[in-house]
């Protein structure tokens, strides 16, 4: 199941995936990839940014699915994200 962006970023700072162990008054931080892929003027990360909703509605699908597994607290408190980028992305950029 698919959920929106929005719905993913909620989910993701309301579990407390991303705790800070050693500083537990410090609320939840979202790692620098997907705090990334949130809109710079929403300094909670609630709100997805211009071209991230596809990635963070298809990490919500993951996150579910994790979830239904049961497997989603183990996984996820890791914080190990990287951004793909495509190549054809990549070297458009310099072609187009």
Known sequence: ????????????I????FQDKEN?????????????????SDSLGLTPGENSELAL???????????KCIIDKEILSMAKFEEYIPVDIDIGKGTK
């Open 57 to 67: 509605s298809a990490l919500g699908c993951c996150v579910f699915y994790l979830k």
């Open 24 to 40: 537990s008054n410090s609320g939840a931080v979202l790692p620098p990839v997907i705090r990334s892929m949130t809109a710079e």
């Open 14 to 17: 309301e579990e407390g995936y």
């Open 1 to 12: 199941q698919f959920w929106n962006a929005s719905k993913t970023l909620k989910t993701l």
